[in-house]
């Protein structure tokens, strides 16, 4: 078990230029999730898929906002024409199986800071 | 839908005395409940979990946390904090759909003096 990576851990990038940060679950969980977190806040769920397959967005996820796990092991989260207010840190979690007693393990996270 | 309320955003407790950081719930269903922690630039580490049964469960580093049903509460304590255990503490509970995503509070910062 070597756990959720995420990367990069940091992007500074300029308003209105895209980023895609990139997720790498635990090996045998089907269950991938992305959240955002905000300054002082709790996660915020984004978007969940299980094993290829997108099955859940929040209103949260504009469409400039795409998410995909092509192959369903890693998955890839890019923004579009980034704005001030997408600052935040990106979080990835992953869960094993249909059990919902599986709690979700997570990422350090990748921080992004709009110019 | 469900809801976390935490109260309190910022706790300071000596090191030796007792932690305990509140978290009440709202639920459409039997819930599901977490705490997890974050230490600075680092993701969230489950503390522990509440499902079905026993509703006084065990974490890691001494935690436990005790369900209510009757006050929706699910209160975090420690009986002796460390200054390892300076950190960010949120609480959660799973969503009711098939994605089971969960919702947190908007965290406890948790400060420990010397």
């Known amino acids: 078990d070597t756990g959720v990576s995420q990367d990069p851990r940091h992007k500074i990038t300029k308003r209105g230029q895209n980023v895609t940060f990139r997720c790498d679950p635990i090996s045998e969980h089907n269950r991938l999730y992305w959240y955002r977190q905000t300054l002082g806040q709790g996660p915020e769920f984004l978007t969940y898929?299980?094993?290829?397959?997108?099955?859940?967005k929040s209103r949260l996820l504009s469409d400039r906002f795409s998410a995909e796990r092509p192959k369903g092991s890693f998955s890839t989260l890019e923004i579009q024409r980034t704005e001030q207010g997408d600052s935040a840190m990106y979080l990835c979690?992953?869960?094993?199986?249909?059990?919902?007693?599986?709690?979700?393990?997570f990422g350090d996270g990748t921080r992004l800071s709009i110019l | 839908a469900q809801s976390v309320t935490q109260l309190g955003s910022h706790v300071s407790v000596s090191e030796g005395a007792l932690v305990l950081l509140r978290c009440n719930y709202s639920?459409?269903?039997?819930?599901?409940l977490f705490w997890y922690v974050q230490y600075p630039n680092q993701g969230l580490q489950l503390l522990l979990k509440?499902?079905?049964?026993?509703?006084l469960v065990k974490g890691i580093n001494g935690f436990e946390a005790e369900f209510k049903k009757s006050e929706t509460s699910f209160h975090l304590t420690k009986p002796s904090a460390h200054m390892s255990d300076a950190a960010e503490y949120f609480c959660a509970v799973r969503g009711s759909g098939s994605a089971r995503q969960l919702t947190f509070g908007s965290g406890t910062q948790l400060t420990v003096l010397p």
């Open positions: 898929f299980q094993n290829e397959a997108q099955l859940e």
């Open positions: 509440y499902t079905t049964g026993a509703t």
């Open positions: 979690a992953s869960s094993l199986g249909s059990d919902s007693n599986q709690p979700q393990h």
């Open positions: 639920s459409s269903v039997p819930p599901y």
